[in-house]
């Protein structure tokens, strides 16, 4: 057993942390409050010639080939300035990216996974529509064979850099009868295909830098070359996509959850109140105890995950727990450095204020703590024991 | 302890007021042992009564259009030579830009000991020096021992050491050195020297700085600071900040990777005063800060605080100095 | 063009740094070390030679226990082609003299044009070492530059140096040094191809023996000077803020700078 990074993995980090520190960390409020997209955007832009946008893809596919550990690493540290850059970046890798890399054919990979993994193309992945959320399998929006073209009509909605990508994974229904069981296929679809509209939605409570997007198909002509993988297979690769893409929305977690105890423990050495800093208040301490606890936790399960997936274990189960622990974790973990923070970190201008609003939606996109449960529940019944 | 060297920094016929501190720190340390000064470049000679009278006892002059820029091979092998001669103890120079090339010059040299950016000297009774320098950027304050008397050689902090009272009565003694070092093998040149925009008062020789930061909110605000700096007579600077805004360039930084500063006032208006800013001017005399967050750590340092808004405050603080001013 | 580029690890920026309980050293417990961010520019410029040029060779070298090996594997992977690892024992407790020579030693193998250092390493802030290192190897040199300009008959470089009121512009014959100041350039991230292939990239581990230099000429026996004592910053206390409106305050604060601090 070796719970150590290689000398890659932590030049890797260093280097990313650097990079955060130097590039994003200076932007983050600002990206927040001016809901500045264009920034993350320039971000974008930085961090692709370094390779950080294909961390996880095989090297002929222009990737690093460093796994999800890489992945995992470049997510943690992006979270510790960002979150709307880190899901970008994790719409883009974890949930385009790794939809192609799963399901696509050699020449699909080629042409439309490379150009994701040197930054030249930006990816988005569509799934959740109006009506169906949690309950995946209920999409809607429709793909007719016509001739060598299927014919695309519905709307996708909350679509992560669904406005400002050039390649979408969207997923539709070409059997109404079969659905999850072979009725539901994805398609690659370019940006600039006719028919297809996309409108940001700019009234969030967190994440407000990212593009979130409805996506609006009206008899959108996607060739047949660009069914990913087999029609029929679609919902087996969005999930096993959101396998590993919970496992690094986990991994955010993890790198929000280390900033906010930083600037807690920070925080509460400088404040002082009763003639003392609050840290000599043991109501302070269990805070900041507590909230290295769950840290521990949360690290120890996600990169244990992380070099399951690396070697090539399935991790519907682990994910789904990584993902459900982190984000509930993160939320009880921002709520206590708020508390510390008193006044302060009720402030806009105070970037505790903004980790605390971006930590919220982690519960709920990706699959809901509810359906977290579900998947874990449905494994270990399955299976009979741990 | 022997004779204590003094490298007298002039640009342009004028000396560095940091060259009266070194001979201040060595009429301290000197004891009954004389105090020399060296004094390089071209139209200097009219500078020596004034190393005589801040406590020199012999000034070394070099007055020679060949000598009218620095060079490193140049005048370090001129002091060199001097040391060599008079079996220097200790030399001393300002730790200016040129201070900072020129001691680290002689020391190799001479192969003695080199303490940079001292803030505190002391002797003992063999004549060597104990120094009291800052490392890690300011964080940490170390003293560090010299184990041979010989040929010892200190950068001085500006504005730390105290001048002495000028006694103007006491006899000149000046020796032009000759023959003059041979310049034909120095391979380093300065073409030229661009005299830069912020030409008013240099921040490391400032002895009031007004510093703006972050809480200025934009570049053109910073004429508020430099209306105060008007009516002080000081320098201006900035915190890294505002200068990687591009508020300001480089040369106005005050902090880890830009200037350390010791002025008798430094106002800080809109700095929060992180650690890497407070490495840079926590030794000044006196820290005004004026800034609208009250948690800002920079006023944990500062001996005045304004809570306030600088927008309101500073315009204040420049109408009353310019009373006082014409008073 | 053959360039050199000594380095340092040194404690990150923005770290807290401690004097250790003896006051002999500075708390080593949880710090994060560093390329010195003065010699990263050195790197870079390096770099950027390299590219201008259209050839060159890059050697980075750097003296320190095992852990330095880290520092040299960065530069590979931002771009430079080889690192010389100086480790040895006995340079424990050596002065800016001893380490310089050393350098010297294992410089003068290979044969340069152009040998960089950062202006000063932002652990002991000294900025000798370079220095000592262009004159021990008879080169002339020029420190904390801001602007370097190879001519192009690849003899010459132009460098700028502030200096207290201006810029200096000093025309230097190759081989040369140069100490790196802030601005002189962007320093690049390691990319993650090079991060891959640092590990491929030679990197070589030199004694005080491979480099003919007697160990009982170095060391803390032969320093002539020593670190002695390491102590925290005088604490600065706060000040009683000024109260009252803002003409309030501003008065206040006037009355005080004449009358108690008498700056005014």
Redesign the interface.
């Known amino acids: 057993m070796d719970f150590n990074f290689t000398e890659e993995q932590t030049m890797l980090r260093d280097m990313v942390r650097k990079f955060v520190d130097q590039e994003i960390k200076p932007l983050a409020q600002q990206i927040d409050k001016e809901h500045n997209v264009g920034l993350i955007q320039g971000i974008l832009k930085k961090a692709a010639p370094l390779g950080l946008l294909g961390i996880p893809f095989p090297e002929k596919y222009g990737g690093a080939n460093m796994g999800e550990m890489g992945y995992a690493i470049l997510i943690e540290e992006l979270s510790r300035a960002c979150a709307s850059t880190s899901v970008t970046i994790g719409a883009h890798i974890g949930l385009a990216g790794t939809s192609i890399l799963i399901g696509g054919n050699e020449a699909q990979k080629e042409k439309y996974l490379k150009p994701l993994a040197t930054g030249e193309k930006l990816g988005a992945y569509a799934l959740t529509e109006p009506g169906a959320g949690s309950d995946a399998a209920n999409i809607q929006l429709s793909a007719k064979e016509d001739g060598d073209d299927y014919i695309l009509n519905g709307t996708k909605l909350w679509i992560t850099n669904g406005d400002i990508a050039d390649t979408i994974v969207v997923y539709s229904v070409t059997n109404a009868e079969l659905k999850a069981r072979g009725g539901i296929t994805a398609f690659i679809v370019e940006a600039d295909t006719p028919g297809f509209s996309a409108h940001r939605i700019e009234d969030k409570m967190g994440l407000r830098g990212s593009a979130t997007a409805e996506l609006v198909f009206q008899d959108v002509r996607v060739p047949k070359e660009n069914v990913l993988g087999q029609v029929g297979m679609g919902f087996v690769i969005a999930m096993e996509t959101l396998d590993e893409s919970r496992l690094s929305l986990a991994a955010a977690c993890i790198g929000a959850a280390k900033e906010v105890l930083a600037m807690s423990v920070d925080f509460s050495k400088k404040r002082v109140a009763f003639k003392q800093p609050i840290a000599h208040f043991q109501a302070i301490q269990f805070m900041i105890a507590d909230m290295t606890a769950e840290i521990f936790q949360m690290e120890s399960i996600v990169y244990r995950t992380a070099w399951m997936y690396d070697q090539g274990k399935k991790i519907p189960r682990e994910g789904a727990i990584c993902k459900l622990f982190c984000s509930e974790a993160l939320d009880r973990i921002v709520d206590k450095a708020v508390q510390i923070h008193g006044g302060n970190g009720f402030m806009g201008e105070h970037p505790i204020e903004r980790f605390y609003r971006d930590s919220r939606v982690n519960r709920i996109f990706e699959g809901t703590s509810e359906i977290q449960r579900m998947v874990i529940a449905e494994d270990v019944l399955k299976k009979g024991s741990y | 302890m022997g004779h204590i060297l003094v490298f007298a920094e002039q640009?342009d016929g004028k000396l560095k007021r940091v060259a009266l501190e070194a001979l201040g720190a060595a009429r301290q340390l000197a004891a009954d042992a004389q105090v020399l000064a060296i004094l390089i470049g071209e139209h200097t000679a009219a500078l020596t009564q004034t190393l005589t009278a801040r406590g020199a006892d012999k000034v070394y002059l070099i007055d020679d259009a060949g000598f009218s820029?620095?060079s490193?091979?140049g005048y370090g092998r001129a002091v060199a030579d001097i040391a060599k001669k008079e079996e220097a103890t200790l030399i001393l120079m300002g730790a200016?830009?040129?201070g900072?090339?020129l001691?680290?010059?002689v020391?190799?040299?001479l192969?003695?000991?080199?303490?940079?950016?001292c803030i505190a000297l002391e002797t003992d009774s063999e004549g060597k020096i104990?120094a009291t320098?800052?490392?890690?950027?300011?964080?940490?304050?170390?003293?560090?021992?010299?184990?041979?008397a010989t040929y010892q050689v200190a950068t001085l902090r500006p504005n730390v050491f105290p001048v002495n009272d000028p006694d103007d009565t006491k006899e000149s003694l000046v020796e032009n050195i000759a023959p003059l070092p041979d310049l034909s093998s120095?391979?380093?040149?300065?073409?030229?020297?661009?005299?830069?925009a912020?030409?008013k008062v240099?921040l490391?020789?400032a002895d009031?700085i007004v510093s703006g930061g972050r809480g200025l909110k934009a570049p053109e605000n910073f004429s508020i600071i430099e209306a105060l700096a008007d009516a002080?007579g000081a320098a201006v600077g900035a915190s890294r900040a505002a200068v990687?805004a591009g508020w300001k360039p480089?040369?106005y930084q005050v902090g880890?990777?830009?200037k350390t500063v010791s002025p008798?006032?430094y106002i800080a208006c809109g700095v929060s005063g992180a650690?890497?800013h407070q490495a840079g001017m926590?030794?000044s005399?006196?820290?005004?800060a004026i800034n609208k967050d009250?948690?800002a750590?920079i006023?944990?340092?500062?001996?005045?605080?304004?809570?306030?808004?600088l927008f309101?405050?500073v315009p204040?603080?420049t109408e009353?100095?310019k009373k006082?001013k014409n008073e | 063009m053959k360039i050199a580029v000594c380095i340092k690890q040194v404690p990150a920026t923005e770290s807290k740094i401690k004097p250790a309980a003896d006051g002999k050293d500075i708390d080593r417990t949880g710090l994060s070390f560093v390329v010195n961010p003065y010699d990263e520019f050195g790197v870079e410029e390096a770099l950027k030679i390299k590219e201008q040029l259209g050839e060159g060779r890059i050697t980075v070298i750097s003296i320190g226990s095992d852990k330095t090996a880290e520092a040299l594997r960065t530069c590979l992977a931002v771009g430079a082609d080889q690192a010389i690892h100086i480790k040895d024992a006995a340079l424990e407790g050596s002065d800016a003299h001893a380490l310089a020579r050393v350098l010297t030693a294992a410089l003068q193998r290979e044969n340069l044009d152009i040998i960089f250092f950062g202006k000063q390493a932002i652990d002991d802030d000294s900025g000798a070492v370079g220095i000592y290192v262009a004159e021990m190897m008879n080169l002339p040199h020029v420190s904390a530059i801001n602007k370097l300009e190879i001519l192009s008959d690849e003899n010459r470089a132009v460098a700028h140096r502030q200096i207290e009121g201006g810029t200096e512009i000093i025309e230097v014959s190759l081989p040369a040094v140069f100490t790196c100041q802030k601005e002189l350039n962007e320093p690049r991230y390691a990319s993650l191809p090079g991060i891959m292939k640092a590990k491929q990239k030679p990197l070589s581990v030199l004694s005080l023996a491979d480099l003919e230099i007697a160990p009982d000429s170095v060391g803390l026996d032969n320093a002539v000077i020593t670190l002695d004592q390491l102590s925290p910053p005088p604490t600065r206390t706060a000040g009683t803020p000024l109260e009252g409106n803002a003409e309030e305050a501003v008065s206040e604060l006037v009355r005080l700078l004449r009358e108690e601090a008498k700056v005014l």
């Open positions: 640009r820029h620095y490193s091979e200016t830009a040129l900072k090339d001691g680290p010059k020391a190799a040299k192969g003695g000991p080199f303490a940079g950016d104990t320098r800052p490392m890690y950027g300011g964080k940490i304050i170390s003293t560090v021992k010299c184990r041979t120095v391979k380093a040149v300065i073409k030229e020297v661009l005299a830069s912020n030409t240099e490391t020789e009031i002080l990687d480089h040369s880890l990777t830009g008798s006032l650690i890497q926590s030794s005399k006196y820290i005004v009250p948690n750590p006023f944990k340092i500062a001996n005045y605080g304004i809570v306030g808004d309101e405050i204040l603080l009353a100095v006082i």
